[in-house]
């Protein structure tokens, strides 16, 4: 059974307007959440992450939201651009614990 | 420049062929990880590393062997390769052991097995 649930496979945003991408967890003990983009033929790379300590954090165009009683987290990139095409994939974790557990991603089109 | 180096890039091999994937990390991370990635699956670890000699199966280790005798080398060996380990491979290195560290990852290995 999915630990870390990204219900869109797929999205499609216009130039210039808002991209939600979300990401659902099972496990309360989950503490640690980082957002991963990958583009084509290329590794996945760090964009984002926030502690449970916190509902929000921010980084220029992208900010990630944290509902710990809901175990919803979600990105947002405002305002998106055709560069931000990609793979987003969401991780958890525990803070005692070494290894994240991966979400099976979101593909991010941004039509220009 | 930091990074981690995976080769081959792209190989095509033959079932029971054994081949190993190299990676290697010039970033002195104490952590190193291998995933696989699928469609419709996302990223599936297949082992990771704490350190020298320290190895760990992820959620799907059936079918590969790893081992670590330098802090740098990570290296992903399939014995016996069959057909549902074609797949993306990515070797990723973390420099501590929390899970709060973001990961560096490889470009990727595509590995088809016929």
């Known amino acids: 059974d999915q630990q870390v649930k990204q219900n869109s496979p797929s999205l499609s945003v216009q130039e210039g307007r808002i991209s939600i991408l979300n990401c659902d967890y099972t496990?309360?003990?989950?503490?640690?959440f980082l957002w991963y983009k990958k583009y084509p033929a290329e590794g996945p790379t760090f964009l984002i992450s926030i502690s449970s300590i916190k509902d929000k954090n921010e980084d220029g165009r992208f900010t990630v939201f944290l509902n710990k009683s809901a175990k919803h987290l979600s990105l947002h990139i405002v305002p998106s651009q055709p560069g931000d095409s990609a793979v987003y994939f969401c991780a958890v974790g525990s803070g005692g614990s070494y290894i994240p557990t991966f979400g099976r991603g979101t593909s991010l089109i941004v039509h220009p | 420049e930091a990074q981690v180096t995976q080769n081959p890039r792209y190989l095509i091999t033959v079932t029971g062929k054994k081949l190993t994937v190299t990676c290697s990390q010039n970033?002195?991370?104490?952590?190193m990880s291998w995933y696989r990635q699928d469609p419709g699956l996302g990223l599936r670890q297949i082992y990771y590393s704490m350190n020298v000699e320290v190895t760990d199966k992820g959620d799907v280790p059936e079918g590969y062997k790893v081992s670590r005798k330098e802090k740098r080398n990570f290296p992903l060996i399939l014995e016996s390769p069959s057909p549902n380990q074609t797949s993306l491979y990515f070797c990723?290195?973390?420099?501590?052991?929390?899970?709060?560290?973001?990961?560096?990852f490889g470009e990727g290995s595509r590995l088809t097995v016929l």
């Open positions: 970033m002195n991370h104490e952590y």
């Open positions: 496990n309360s003990m989950f503490d640690y």
């Open positions: 990723a290195s973390r420099i501590g052991t929390s899970v709060t560290g973001e990961l560096f």
